[in-house]
């Protein structure tokens, strides 16, 4: 079986996430998105999240966001800094943030 190398376009798409993690605060303004923008240099790649929200600002890049591998922890800490994959094949990853800043 031969293993296809995967484009930094399709990094966003397999990572996107967004995760409601409490009830809100009632103030509208709710994140609706996360993308993931990746930057590939060498051996390694370096991801940086964008949330997208529904009311202004409506973008915000870096989004604090906690970045996972595998399962994510009951308790995690959200961080702005880039997410540094080093390896040519990354793994399946995932972003998650709270929908209500």
Do not use: E
């Not at 999240?49 to 922890?73: E, R, Y």
């Amino acid at each position: 079986m031969k293993i296809a190398r995967l484009a930094s376009p399709l990094i966003p798409v397999l990572a996107l996430a967004c995760c409601t993690l409490s009830c809100g605060s009632g103030n509208g303004r709710r994140l609706q998105s996360i993308t993931i923008n990746a930057t590939i240099t060498g051996g390694q790649t370096q991801l940086v999240a964008t949330g997208t929200f529904s009311a202004s600002p409506t973008t915000v890049t870096p989004l604090p966001v906690f970045w996972f591998v595998d399962l994510p922890p009951a308790q995690y800490n959200l961080t702005t800094q880039p997410f540094v994959i080093k390896c040519p094949y990354p793994p399946p990853f995932m972003a998650i943030a709270p929908a209500d800043p």
